[in-house]
C-alpha cells in the first residue's frame, strides 16, 4: 500500500500546528508528511508590532522550524511557494515541483491597500520579520537623520500609523514607549516627534467594548498619541499623506506611514481558481474547499462565517491554531480510511490588546473586563501557552515571556 503524500504550505500559526500535530498522530508509515517554508524558521506574527517598534528583538519572535518539528518524521522544503494546481495535485516552487494527495494550505495573508494612492509604493506593513525589522531600522534612521539636516525635517519626525484595530493599536503603544528613548538617544525633544493613528471608523478598535476603548485611547494619547478617527487616508507620497475628514482634507508631512488598517488571504490562493472573497476562501464545516475533498484552508486564507452575525470570523491567531488542531485531527481520519470528518466549531477564549510594556486590555472568559496591568499578564498568558502547545516547556522556557511583574 503507498502512503500518501500529505503537504503543508506554510509554518505559520496554521501550518506549524498541523504539522506538529501530524508528526504525532501519524506513523512513519502511514503518510509521507511535507512542511514547505520560505525561511527556516516561524514566527509569532502577534509580536511583530514589538519586533517593528525596537522594544522586542526579532531573535526573540522567530522559532527555529527544527526546534518544533522532527525532520527524520516530516520533510522540510525551503522554497517559496509560486503557484498552486489543485486539479493537478501539484505545487509549483521556485526551485521545483511537489506532489500531493492531500494538501494543507496555511499561506498567511497580504496587506489589503483599497486602492489608496501611493499606498504599496511608499507606506510600510507589519508583515513579517523582515518587514518589521525594516520599519524599526527606517524610524531609527530618520531620528539620526534629522539633526544632519540643513532645514528642520518635520516629515521625519512624524510616525502615522494607518488603522487603529489590533496591529495598528498595538503598534502605536510600543512605539510610543520606545520614542522618549529615541529622542535621547538622537538629542531630539519628544515634543517634535508626532505619533499619528489614522482610522476611519468613528472609534478606534471597532466593535470593541467602549469602555476599554476609552481606557485605551487616554492612556495612548497620554504617552503623546494622537488619533483621527472618522479620518481617510486619500493618498500616500514619499514625503507626505493626504488625509480627509468630513469633507475637509489635510497634509501631514511624513516619511513613515505604517499601514495596519486590513489584510487579505494570500493572493495565489485566488490564483489557483478556488473560490475567494478578499483572497480568502469559503470552506465548509471540515475547513475543506466546494469541490477540493483533498484540501484543507486554515489561518488567514480560510473564511468561515460565525452563525451569530452572519460575518465572517476573523483571521486572528486564536482560531489559526484551532482550525490546525481540527485539520490534522480530520487528515488523520481520511488517511485511516474513516469518513467522518470532525466539524471546526471556534472555541474563542477571549482577545487581548496590548498598549505597551505592562498595559493591555481585554475581554476573557466571555464578559470580563481587564484592564492595565492584569490585561498585559493575560496577554503573556496566551503567548506563553501557544509556545507550550507548539513546543512544550523545551520552547517555553527558551521563547517564552516570564516579566510578568514588569508595570
Known amino acids: 500500500m503507498n502512503r500518501p503524500n500529505i503537504v503543508v504550505l506554510g509554518a505559520g500559526y496554521g501550518g506549524m500546528i498541523t504539522t506538529a500535530k501530524l508528526q504525532k498522530m501519524l506513523g512513519s508509515n502511514e503518510a509521507n508528511i511535507t512542511l514547505v517554508n520560505k525561511h527556516n524558521y516561524h ?5 511583530l508590532h514589538e519586533n517593528a517598534a525596537g522594544t522586542l528583538h526579532h531573535d526573540r519572535t522567530r522559532i527555529k522550524i527544527s526546534d518544533v518539528i522532527n525532520f527524520n518524521r516530516v520533510n522540510f522544503v525551503q522554497d517559496t511557494v509560486v503557484g498552486l494546481d489543485p486539479s493537478s495535485k501539484k505545487i509549483q516552487l521556485e526551485n521545483g515541483e511537489l506532489t500531493y494527495d492531500y494538501l494543507v494550505v496555511g499561506l498567511g495573508f497580504e496587506a489589503a491597500t483599497f486602492g489608496i494612492q501611493g499606498l504599496k509604493e511608499h507606506a510600510f506593513t507589519i ?149 475567494t472573497n478578499r483572497g480568502r476562501v469559503p470552506v465548509r464545516d471540515d475547513l475543506r474547499p466546494n469541490g477540493y475533498d483533498d484540501v484543507f484552508i486554515v489561518g488567514d486564507c480560510a473564511l468561515i462565517m460565525n452563525p451569530e452575525n452572519d460575518r465572517p470570523y476573523p483571521p486572528t491567531a486564536q482560531i489559526a491554531i484551532q482550525e490546525a488542531e481540527t485539520t490534522a485531527r480530520n487528515v488523520k481520519k481520511i488517511v485511516n480510511g474513516e469518513d467522518n470528518l470532525e466539524s471546526f466549531k471556534p472555541d474563542l477564549k477571549g482577545t487581548v490588546a496590548s498598549l505597551g510594556e505592562g498595559q493591555a486590555i481585554g475581554v476573557v472568559f466571555g464578559d470580563k473586563k481587564l484592564f492595565g496591568w492584569t490585561a498585559s499578564v493575560m496577554k503573556k498568558i496566551i503567548d506563553n501557552r501557544y509556545l507550550l502547545k507548539l513546543g512544550g516547556i523545551g520552547l517555553l522556557l527558551k521563547k517564552g515571556k516570564f516579566n510578568i511583574f514588569t508595570k
Not at 514566527?43 to 509580536?47: A, F, G, I, K
Not at 498595538?170 to 519628544?190: H, S, T
Not at 467594548?209 to 492612556?219: R, S
Open 127 to 275: 508583515s513579517n520579520i523582515n518587514a518589521a525589522r525594516l520599519i524599526r531600522e527606517h524610524i531609527e534612521y530618520n531620528f539620526a537623520r534629522y539633526n544632519n539636516e540643513k532645514e528642520e525635517r518635520q516629515d521625519l519626525l512624524n510616525i502615522v500609523v494607518g488603522g487603529a484595530g489590533f496591529t495598528g493599536i498595538e503598534f502605536v503603544g510600543e512605539i510610543a514607549n520606545k520614542v522618549p528613548e529615541l529622542c535621547k538617544e538622537y538629542d531630539i525633544p519628544r515634543e517634535k516627534v508626532r505619533i499619528i493613528n489614522v482610522e476611519a471608523a468613528p472609534t478606534v478598535l471597532p466593535g470593541f467594548d467602549e469602555e476599554l476603548v476609552e481606557y485605551a485611547m487616554n492612556l495612548l494619547e497620554g504617552k503623546g498619541v494622537e488619533f483621527k478617527v472618522g479620518t481617510m487616508i486619500k493618498e500616500v507620497e514619499e514625503h507626505k499623506i493626504l488625509v480627509e475628514k468630513d469633507e475637509q482634507q489635510e497634509e501631514i508631512p511624513t516619511n513613515t506611514v505604517v499601514w495596519a488598517a486590513g489584510v487579505r488571504g494570500n493572493s495565489l490562493v485566488e490564483e489557483a481558481g478556488f473560490e
Open 43 to 47: 514566527y509569532q506574527t502577534t509580536w
